[in-house]
């Protein structure tokens, strides 16, 4: 392997260099709002001229609060992660079903209950831009539902509460029994 470079919008790149392909200055973008557990804000997505998402910005209600700013950061390193070619189903995968509040009912029927706001965003995102071949990001159509990994005991679940399923009806967390 040489001193190859690469040329990108008329900057010379050495070879093996992450490339950041950028938004253009205008460009189109839809504005979603959305309601998580009483929990308000917009998500606006900006698409390159090709049609997909090149980044996400997310504006809550509650301004200034910490949920805000942890919020406004993963929007800006979706955005760079996005600008830089990771696929938008990795994306999504990775941050879809991830739970810490706010969480609740988001009133979108496809979503139903958001574990957290990044879980909201992620599935959103899935169902909005990612063809319905991949896995309902909501797990509408699994089986069976998702249990404890069968190498933690009891004791290591904290009182036998797990990352469980939860509830279709209500939201709430569905509770395994210990089997002992």
Same mark, same amino acid.
Request: hydrophobic residues 35%.
């Given at each position: 392997?040489?001193?190859?470079?690469?040329?990108?919008?008329?900057?010379?790149?050495?070879?093996?260099?992450?490339?950041?392909?950028?938004?253009?200055?205008?460009? %189109?973008?839809?504005?979603?709002? !959305?309601?998580?557990?009483?929990? &308000?804000?917009?998500?606006?997505? @900006?698409?390159? /001229?090709? +049609?997909?998402?090149?980044?996400?910005?997310?504006?809550?209600?509650?301004?200034?609060?910490?949920?805000?700013?942890?919020?406004?950061?993963?929007?800006?390193?979706?955005?760079?992660?996005?600008?830089?070619?990771?696929?938008? %189903?990795?994306?999504?995968?990775? !941050?879809?079903?991830?739970?810490? &509040?706010?969480?609740?009912?988001? @009133?979108?029927? /496809?979503? +139903?209950?958001?574990?957290?706001?990044?879980?909201y965003v992620a599935r959103y995102l899935a169902l909005k831009f990612l063809p319905r071949?991949?896995?309902?990001?909501?797990?509408?159509?699994?089986?069976?539902?998702?249990?404890?990994?069968a190498h933690l005991s009891g004791d290591e679940l904290g009182d036998g509460q797990a990352?469980?399923?939860?509830?279709?009806?209500?939201?709430?967390?569905?509770?395994?029994?210990?089997?002992?």
């Open positions: 392997m040489g001193n190859t470079t690469t040329v990108v919008d008329a900057v010379s790149v050495p070879a093996g260099q992450p490339v950041r392909r950028r938004l253009p200055d205008e460009r %189109k973008a839809i504005v979603h709002h !959305f309601n998580v557990g009483g929990y &308000e804000g917009y998500l606006t997505v @900006g698409f390159y /001229e090709d +049609g997909t998402v090149g980044e996400i910005f997310i504006t809550t209600a509650k301004e200034g609060s910490t949920v805000s700013g942890l919020m406004d950061c993963f929007a800006t390193a979706m955005s760079l992660a996005l600008q830089y070619r990771v696929p938008l %189903k990795v994306l999504c995968d990775k !941050f879809s079903h991830t739970r810490f &509040e706010p969480s609740g009912w988001s @009133g979108n029927p /496809e979503i +139903g209950y958001a574990k957290s706001l990044t879980d071949t991949s896995p309902s990001p909501t797990g509408a159509e699994a089986e069976t539902p998702a249990t404890a990994p990352d469980a399923p939860a509830c279709k009806e209500c939201g709430a967390i569905t509770v395994i029994p210990n089997p002992s």
